[in-house]
């Protein structure tokens, strides 16, 4: 069973004793702090190059969303940023993944932050071809993630986020089952191990989907023991522990 991670930089010196079948995913935007108030971006591009020379670009995956347009971050301003960020990573990543804002209930607390303005046919359009343009002058593929609109006429690569073709070369094995678990009608990657909890990320991004109580948040990380074997906490002796099958 493979798993899937968000890039944290205290992971680069232990990377290389990983030995599950990975891939890594790093959520990289062009929003101010008006959107992500409590992210440093000054290190992220030389941690993703040097994830990217010890497991190899082919599984460094770049994450550009959500997409959020208002009057501030037009669909010019996305085009622009990205632009500098396929310019920056070339050689180092080989796909680019986009996603467009869901209505969360952090989303709906803070939208007189991020003031969202729906997007039209065009607007879709105009994405949809820009985007492909940049990835593909870079040698990068471009995909959604879980999208009713998923650009593929517009030379977006279909597949998922976690394929079965991915999967199957990742781990030898190629009985690997969808992942019901997810919401989404639109997604259609195979089951894997999603490390991590709700209300425990201090970035508290404004359109994040795993917070939505910066109170709890912030009682959630005082639990955390960086000698526990649990990201929150220890184990008691009401806990139940199952073994999980592969």
Request: proline share 4%; aromatic share 10%.
């Amino acid at each position: 069973m493979p798993f899937s991670f968000v890039l944290k930089i205290p992971l680069l010196e232990h990377i290389g004793e990983i030995t599950k079948p990975f891939v890594v995913h790093v959520t990289l935007t062009g929003y101010h702090e008006d959107f992500e108030p409590n992210v440093d971006k000054k290190d992220i591009f030389e941690s993703i190059k040097k994830i990217a020379t010890i497991i190899g670009p082919e599984r460094m995956y770049i994450r550009y969303d959500p997409i959020i347009v208002n009057d501030k971050y037009t669909i010019d301003y996305h085009i622009k940023s990205l632009t500098r960020i396929a310019e920056a990573l070339d050689g180092f990543v080989k796909t680019i993944i986009i996603s467009f804002v869901d209505d969360y209930k952090n989303v709906r607390k803070n939208a007189h932050i991020l003031n969202i303005k729906p997007l039209t046919d065009a607007d879709y359009e105009k994405i949809g071809r820009a985007f492909s343009q940049i990835a593909h002058d870079h040698g990068m593929k471009i995909q959604t993630c879980a999208e009713k609109e998923n650009l593929r006429q517009y030379g977006f690569d279909g597949g998922e986020c976690m394929s079965y073709e991915l999967a199957a070369s990742l781990t030898g094995k190629d009985n690997h089952k969808r992942w019901n678990e997810r919401k989404s009608p639109y997604c259609n990657c195979v089951k894997m191990v999603d490390i991590g909890a709700y209300n425990t990320c201090r970035h508290f991004c404004r359109y994040c989907y795993a917070n939505y109580d910066a109170v709890k948040v912030d009682s959630n990380a005082a639990l955390h023991d960086p000698n526990s074997s649990l990201l929150l906490g220890h184990l008691v002796e009401d806990d139940v522990i199952k073994v999980r099958k592969s």
